[in-house]
Every structure is written in C-alpha cells, then in structure tokens.
C-alpha cells in the first residue's frame, strides 16, 4: 500500500452521509491521502441485481474497499469470496475489502454499537434486555448484546420470521436465551427488563414515533437506539425525561466507521477524535 486509498460507500439515498467526512477528517491526520466516494445504484439508474457488478467495477477501477449500507447489506453477500465469521454469523456485509482478485465480507456495525454502548454506558446491567427491530441493524445489535454475556433478550419484531431467524442465530452463538414475542407485548416485557434498545425506523426523520409508550419506560432501565438523525429521537427524550439512562446511535455510527478505517487503511485510528468530529458535523 502507497498510502493512498480510494474506498466508498454504497447504498440508496445516501446524500447526506456523514461517512466521507469521519473517514477522510482521520486520513489526513494520519497523513494518507484518502477519497470516499459516495455510490448510489438508485442515482445510476441500477438496482439491486446490480450490486455484483458494482463490486467488481470498484475491484478493477483500483477500489480498496467499500462500505455497504440500506438496502443492499444482505444482497452484496453472495457476490463475494469470504466471509469474516460475524460477517457470517450475522448475514450482512456492511464493509468490503479488496486484496488483489478476492472480495472478503467484513460486519463493523455489531462492534460499532457494543462500543457506543460501552462508551454511553459503561457498566450498566444487561442480564435482560428488550429489543424491538430485528432488521440489519437489529442483528448487529442483538449480537453485541449477546456478548455482553446477557442471560435474556426479549425480540420483537412486526415481522416474526425474521425475528425467529434471529432468536435462532443468535442462540447458535451466544450463551444468551432469546424469546420472541408480538411488538404489542413488549411494553409489558419492560416491567423486568434492564434496558431497551429500538433498531427500528420508528424516530427517525421522516419515521416519527416511538416503538413503546413512554409511560412504559421506568428510570431504573437504560435506553438506547440506534437512530442518529436525529440523535435525539422521541424516545431518548422520553427516556431521559424519565429519568432513564440513555445511549443514542452516535456511537454507533462512529465505531463503526472506526473499524471500517482500521480494515481499509491498517492504521489504528483514534476513536476520540473520530466521535468529536461526529459531534462538530
Ligand atoms: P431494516 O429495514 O433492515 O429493519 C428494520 C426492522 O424493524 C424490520 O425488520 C421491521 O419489520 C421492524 N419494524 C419496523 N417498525 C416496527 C415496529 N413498530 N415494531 C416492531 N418492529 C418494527 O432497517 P435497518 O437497516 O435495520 O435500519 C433500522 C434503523 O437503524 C434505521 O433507522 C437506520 O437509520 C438505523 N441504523 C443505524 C446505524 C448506526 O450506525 N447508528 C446503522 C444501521 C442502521
């Protein structure tokens, strides 16, 4: 490596993305010169039948990796070589790394929310967690909570197969009992719990609302979602209003694309720095 790299992200209305900003705001204190080009298929008119092509396109055009996000997370998994095992594990590929003619599928996000749980709340209990979404994001989350060593995690998800699918990859891997139920049992779920987390849409911008009724949240529990526009959703200013401590999704965006920048560059980046510029866009 020359100390160049031209990498990217993929993915569907990604204008606004604060990833070329955290990405190359660290290159340049590092001294590498350092391009994060943003692709969007839908943009190109292409869809995601396309997604192969455009990871061989990036591989030829001299790519170094590519960031991978909503919707094509699950689909760009069959067009390539390797997997990383939580890449494997969770099914969805959010950074891909190029090393001559192979293509190796890596999972960032499970190690981007444990940290910024870390970070948020450190030392919180977790022996019984409730999470409502059980979607792309949702299965990093799950995973991370599972290695926090919880004893429960309560599902839910509108969609119950891929709760289910969930619940079962995640008891393969983990010590961690996992039970589903319907969305509308969770508030009653929360009555034991230690914390919640929403990896659900539900608060983001164009996406109000909250997943449970804010009467339902006592303040011993810890909240957090996984929403970071804004970071401030409904329920975490529920939460906090309550009296609960919360995490937003900050820390998730962050350290994940820490460790995306770790895989592209071999670099260590500095984390710190990293999640204040986040807090300066
Ligand atoms: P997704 O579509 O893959 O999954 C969302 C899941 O939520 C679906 O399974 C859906 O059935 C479920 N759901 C929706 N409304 C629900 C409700 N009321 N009750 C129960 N389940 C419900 O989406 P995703 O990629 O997992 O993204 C979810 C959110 O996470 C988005 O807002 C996204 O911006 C955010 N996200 C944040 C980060 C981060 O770094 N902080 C990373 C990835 C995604």
Redesign the pocket.
Known sequence: MDGRFLVGLIGANIGTSMSPALHEREAGRHGVRYLYQLIDPTLLGLDGRDIGELITAARRLGFRGLNI???Y?QDVVKHLDELSPEAALLGAV?TVLFDGERATGHNT?RY??AQ?LARRLPDVATGHVVQ?????????VASAIAGTGTRLLTL????SD??NRLARAIMRSSGTTVEVIA?AD?SGRLRQADGLVN??????EG?P?M?VPADHLRPEMWVAD????PLETELIRAARHRGCRVAD?????VY?AAASFRLFTGLTPDEERMYADFEAL
């Open positions: 996000t909503h919707p997370k959010n996000d981007g929310f910024g409502v979404g059980a979607g792309g994001a949702g299965a990093a839910a998800d509108l969609d891929r709760a969305p969770v990896a659900t849409p539900l608060g983001m996406h609302g997943p996984v929403i970071y526009r999704g900050g820390g998730m965006v994940q």
